[in-house]
Nanobody, 124 residues
Framework: QVQLQESGPGLVSPSQTLSLTCTVS??????????WSWIRHPPGKELEWMGG???????YYNPSLKSHTSISRDTSKNQFSLQLSSVTPEDTAIYYC????????????????WGQGTQVTVSS
């Protein structure tokens, strides 16, 4: 059974960098054909795909967020991480990590495993 668990601070100050980590169990983040993604759900808005990482460490991002989003990983811990710089209150959301399955990155149905989500609030 594949499981994902997000971790990180629940409150971040404006202009700071948000850092979240996703710990994966039941699957390896280096396994061929697997993509691991970050998705967020701002209050009152639709899900927003942020970016992902493939098995060899390559990354790809939502063009609208690319300028201040970075995804990295620690293969020894089977974890991948999100860094979002220069955050504003507009970045307040529930953040999810998920394993991509197929189809458009922008659709919920394209992911077959999800973390439970972690609430992040950007406020001073």
């Amino acid at each position: 059974q594949v499981q994902l668990q997000e971790s990180g601070p629940g409150l971040v100050s404006p202009s700071q960098t948000l850092s979240l980590t996703c710990t994966v169990s039941g699957a390896s983040i280096t396994a061929s054909d697997d993509h691991w993604s970050w998705i967020r759900h701002p209050p009152g808005k639709e899900l927003e795909w942020m970016g992902g990482q493939v098995h060899d460490g390559g990354t790809y991002y939502n063009p609208s967020l690319k300028s201040h989003t970075s995804i990295s990983r620690d293969t020894s811990k089977n974890q991948f991480s999100l860094q979002l710089s220069s955050v504003t209150p507009e970045d307040t959301a529930i953040y999810y990590c998920a394993r991509y399955y197929s189809g458009s990155y922008y659709y919920r149905s394209s992911y077959n495993y999800w973390g439970q989500g972690t609430q992040v609030t950007v406020s001073s």
